[in-house]
């Protein structure tokens, strides 16, 4: 397995800015294309639950969200 650390930015509907920080368990030999689905799906969850980290702390976050950064790395 190889472990990927990743963070997500962006926006919402009204402005609001939100980041995602997580990381995934990849196969050795499977693609990296899956450490991408996995951090997308992780950072909707994440939003769709509140538990993203928001730049307005307090602020609603409302869809459709945009995503504006997406760093993913091995982790070492």
């Known amino acids: 397995m190889i472990t990927y650390v990743f963070e997500i930015s962006g926006t ?3 402005g609001q800015t939100w980041t995602v920080k997580g990381e995934t368990d990849v196969d050795r030999f499977g693609m990296f294309a899956q450490a ?3 951090a997308q799906a992780f ?3 994440q939003l769709t639950n509140g538990r993203a ?3 307005k702390p307090g602020v609603g976050c409302k869809g ?3 995503v504006t ?3 993913i790395e ?3």
Do not use: K, N, V
Request: glycine fraction near 4%.
């Open 12 to 14: 919402a509907a009204d």
């Open 36 to 38: 991408i689905e996995d």
């Open 43 to 45: 950072a909707f969850m």
């Open 53 to 55: 980290i928001y730049g």
């Open 64 to 66: 459709p969200y945009t």
């Open 69 to 71: 950064r997406l760093m």
């Open 74 to 76: 091995q982790a070492q």
